[in-house]
């Protein structure tokens, strides 16, 4: 049976993710064990690992940060096992090398970039529907559209120094990015737990994901 470790750090709304990602593989009909976890050992032999976020990033990164044997557990999967990730709203954005909410801020620096609050005029956070658009092909993402919105709650956006790293885009005053993607990892802005029969297709997307 497949494996999927959510990263259990003290943020969000984790249970939300839990029960979004039970439903999507039972509507895939994929035999898969989704378990809310801080436990390394697990996380360490995960097949699929997701990273939730809500909050600051600081405060994110922090939590993360103090759970070393957790957070080493992670990286190794990701990075030296090439573990299919997920990372959605701050979950995302910690991909960055840094994040400037509240002075400049370390991040886990797997795709280079920073986070910044997000200059489009309009009055933050960002919350409710939303569209976000492709901006390349990429298998978990494929099933976004113009007419396929997705729920924002945020106020800062991730910039990759890459832009061929941004997978998505959405407007709000301004554009930003709404999706990344390197090899392994994909990350989203949005919330696809909260965002009913699309947020599931996304995630039954990427429990059938095999970027190898």
Known sequence: MQTVAIIDYGSGNVRSVERALTEAARRSAQAIDVRLTHDPAFVARADRIVLPGQ??????????????????????????????????????????????????????????????????????????????????????????????????????????????????????????????ARDNIVGVQFHPEKSQAAGLDLLARFLQWSPR
Do not use: K
């Open 55 to 180: 909050g600051a990033f600081a405060q994110c990164m922090g939590a993360l940060s103090a759970d070393a044997p957790l957070l080493a557990a992670m990286t190794e999967a990701v990075r030296a096992r090439a573990v299919p990730f997920l990372g959605i709203c701050v979950g995302m954005q910690l991909l960055m090398r840094e994040g400037h909410e509240h002075g400049v801020h370390a991040g886990l620096n797997w795709i280079d970039g920073v986070v910044r609050r997000h200059e489009g005029g309009e009055r933050l956070p960002h919350m409710g529907w939303n569209a976000a658009t492709p901006t390349q092909v990429h298998p978990v993402l494929d099933g976004l559209a113009p007419s396929r919105h997705m729920v924002f709650m945020h106020s800062f956006v991730a910039e990759p120094a890459d832009p061929s790293a941004v997978a998505a885009r959405a407007e709000y005053g301004a554009a930003f990015a709404s999706a990344v």
